[in-house]
């Protein structure tokens, strides 16, 4: 009989990798949910519920992110400022062209759990608009995701 492991955070913080994906011609959600799994650390075997044990994540050329169907057009982001007033409203077409960053970066964070640990897993991701990236010294594995 085989006995459950749990991990612990120092055993899980050794064990980290760095992966990279291209997010050309990748539908938004699917990217979201894919890339919420490694930050998690649910595709390892050693998954712990309540312990950090997921991966880095870089991902590149978000402003070549698509949307399935009509939800470009018919969809809508809004943001509060915090001030009165402050409400904004931009179309999902309008967000992958400009501040395609910031669309990735929240649809995976919608992803995760909302508690304290999410906060922590997504200071693991790294979100940019272009191939250009700052973290080549960590020498990240290429994920091939489908379309």
């Not at 990798?17 to 894919?34: F, M, N, P, S």
Request: proline fraction near 2%.
């Amino acid at each position: 009989m085989q006995k459950t492991t749990m991990v612990k955070k120092e055993e899980a913080a050794k064990n980290r990798k760095w992966y990279l994906i291209d997010a050309t011609d990748l539908i938004l959600g699917r990217l979201a949910v894919e890339s919420a799994n490694i930050l998690r650390g649910k595709n390892k075997p050693d998954f712990t519920l309540n312990v950090d044990c997921g991966d880095n994540l870089i991902i590149i050329n978000t402003n070549k992110v698509k949307v399935s169907s009509d939800k470009a057009e018919r969809e809508f982001r809004y943001n509060h400022s915090g001030y009165i007033g402050g409400m904004r409203k931009r179309s999902v077409q309008t967000m992958i062209e400009k501040y395609s960053d910031e669309l990735v970066y929240d649809a995976i964070k919608n992803m995760l759990p909302k508690n304290r640990l999410s906060r922590q897993i997504i200071k693991k991701l790294h979100v940019f608009k272009t191939e250009k990236h700052d973290h080549e010294a960590q020498k990240p594995e290429i994920i091939k995701l489908e379309k």
